[in-house]
């Protein structure tokens, strides 16, 4: 696994406005270990992300704590080249506020037994995660690409690529 970046703060920030053509248009926590990662007092809103995770994207980041933000308005196209079907040249929707992924099956070895972890699990007390608004990639009926809202249109936690959930409290 990679050695990681090491501890990371990100506090009293505005993130906004920023487009990722993967996961975590505002903020994008890969390959970062066991480093703590702590994201407090910050305004994440109206970024957006071509895969999932319009707000924060989370991959390999093992401890990562969210609190006291405010994580909204952000959008998640799935527009990224491996969501498209080939054969039909349309995507799924993808969660749009926060995202986690599963971890890889290096990180997961490192991991004691008894601490077994498959997907980052940041721990999330007191924010507001709200409207995040999901798309899908659609053809229109001449066969020009359009973005279509999702049903229902806001998916403001998910976690792909693992069996779990996200657990923010207050």
């Known amino acids: 696994p990679s050695t990681g970046a090491g501890p990371v703060d990100v506090y009293a920030n ?6 990722s053509n993967d996961d975590g248009g505002g903020l994008r926590f890969l390959m970062a270990r066991d480093f703590p990662f702590n994201v407090y007092n910050n305004m994440i809103v109206n970024n957006g992300a071509g895969d999932a995770g319009g707000g924060i ?3 390999d980041a093992a401890r990562v704590f ?3 933000n405010t994580i909204a308005s952000n959008d998640s196209y799935a527009t990224a080249g491996d969501l498209i079907d080939p054969i039909t040249g349309e995507s ?6 926060i995202v986690s992924r599963n971890h890889s099956a290096e990180l997961v070895a490192a991991f004691h037994p008894r601490r077994r ?3 980052s699990n940041p ?5 507001i995660v709200w409207q995040n608004r999901s798309f899908s990639w659609g053809l229109d009926a001449v066969g020009n690409g359009v973005l279509v809202p999702a049903d229902p249109p806001y998916w403001d936690l998910g976690v792909l690529g693992a069996v779990g959930q996200l657990n923010p409290t207050w």
């Open 92 to 97: 799924p929707p993808q969660p749009a506020g």
């Open 123 to 127: 721990e999330m007390v007191n924010n």
């Open 57 to 59: 994207g989370l991959r």
């Open 14 to 19: 505005l993130i906004q406005g920023n487009l």
């Open 117 to 119: 972890q498959t997907y």
């Open 66 to 68: 969210i609190h006291h």
